[in-house]
């Protein structure tokens, strides 16, 4: 990816001075761009809004859906403001905060739950851009509201076309949420602004945009500016000198009420920082809690696992006794199986002299028979009358 290096931790040029929430909206900044193109001066108008809507929103969480359709509508006017393939522009490289996200739990993944947020408040999600293709995500933190803490994911950039990239994390924990790739697409781009848009990978699905900020670019109202601008216009009029006095009674007034907003403000800040002051008393007490219910967990455990030791040592000395039945089980039929073959034995040896005491006995009828036969033979002879 061609792209100028740019060193780390190097300061950036300080931003152009953007008119801040208490403008009185973007008529009262036309005519700081008078000498402007009207293309430009628009620009200008579109980002200063956008700084607008997107100051102190806790990258999101704290806008309205009125104010997100705003966001919205001025991001896609910006598009047109694109430069040309900014990939290739040094302004890319650098560290970036997450000032909006669209969807702003993308902005951090489970960091960015409610139950993340309570116990991880304060965050800060970074990204940083570095030569030729490195990208990390960064989440700052304080655990519980007082511990610094951070996670980071370091991932490629593999360009697609002169305004989009694929981002890819080849050995993603998703720590910092997300999917392991994903597309990226650059809507805007200038020294201290950036937007982009992650691509769905699915048909129909919606995809997300964030707003980025330089890391270190603060975005201050510039009185002096806008008092000679201010100047020039009554110089302008001819009207304005006769009304001066009436203009410096409305002045008057408008310190007054200027005054009245700040006290306002400064009780809106004691208002909330008393109220962060609560919830942190609350996550505490949350956390001391939780630590106990933890602790009286592990005891149970503790004592279940002495219990399980016992009846698992009283279940191995049953099993040792009837091992020790079954060897003599084992025994015993040994010795029964010895004794069937003996006698097994025996009667092959009986069944064997029976055959040959059968054997004999024919023999023995059989020279009976002859010795019958002789006697009959003899007796015949001697029955004979004998011949003179």
């Keep these: 990816m061609a792209m100028a290096m740019a060193a780390r931790g190097r300061p950036s040029p300080r931003a152009p001075a953007r008119a801040q929430a208490r403008t009185s909206g973007p ?6 761009f008078s000498k402007l193109s009207p293309k430009k001066a628009n620009k200008g108008l579109l980002v200063d ?3 607008r809507l997107t100051r102190d929103c806790d990258a999101g969480f704290n806008t309205r859906p009125a104010e997100r359709e705003q966001i919205s509508s001025i991001v896609q006017e910006l598009s047109a403001f694109c430069p040309k393939n900014p990939l290739s522009r040094p302004e890319l490289l650098g560290r970036w905060e997450v000032r909006y996200a669209s969807k702003p739990t993308t902005a951090g993944g489970p960091f960015k739950t409610l139950p993340g947020r309570i116990v991880f408040p304060g965050q800060v999600a970074i990204q940083e851009i570095q030569e030729p293709d490195i990208i990390i995500n960064e989440i700052n933190f304080k655990t519980l509201g007082f511990v610094p803490g951070s996670v980071t994911q370091v991932g490629t950039i593999t360009p ?5 990239f694929e981002i890819e994390f080849p050995n993603s924990t998703k720590r910092v949420g997300g999917p392991q790739k994903r597309t990226i697409e650059l809507l805007y781009l200038d020294q201290d602004i950036r937007i982009a848009r992650a691509i769905p990978r699915e048909e129909g699905q919606e995809g997300s945009f964030y707003v980025f900020q330089r890391e270190g670019i603060e975005f201050e109202l510039d009185d002096q500016e806008e008092e000679e601008e201010r100047e020039k216009r009554e110089g302008r009029d001819e009207g304005v000198k006769a009304s001066r006095t009436r203009d410096q009674a409305v002045a008057a007034e408008g310190r007054a009420a200027a005054a009245a907003r700040a006290k306002e403000e400064r009780e809106a800040a004691a208002e909330r920082a008393r109220a962060e002051r609560e919830a942190l008393a609350s996550r505490k007490a949350m956390a001391k809690e939780l630590f106990a219910d933890l602790s009286s967990a592990a005891r149970e455990s503790a004592l279940l696992a002495q219990s399980s030791a016992k009846e698992l040592a009283e279940l191995e000395r049953e099993g040792a006794r009837m091992e020790r039945g079954a060897s003599s089980a084992r025994m015993l039929i040994e010795k029964s199986e010895a004794v069937v073959r003996s006698l097994v034995d025996r009667l092959e040896e009986s069944q064997t002299d029976e055959a040959a005491l059968e054997k004999e006995l024919r023999a023995s009828q059989g020279e009976l028979s002859q010795v019958r036969a002789e006697l009959a033979k003899t007796k ?9």
Aim: hydrophobic share 50%; aromatic share 4%.
């Design 27 to 32: 008529m009262a900044l036309l005519s700081k």
């Design 49 to 51: 809004e956008l700084l």
């Design 160 to 164: 697609v076309s002169g305004s989009a």
């Design 380 to 388: 015949k002879a001697l029955s004979f009358p004998m011949r003179s």
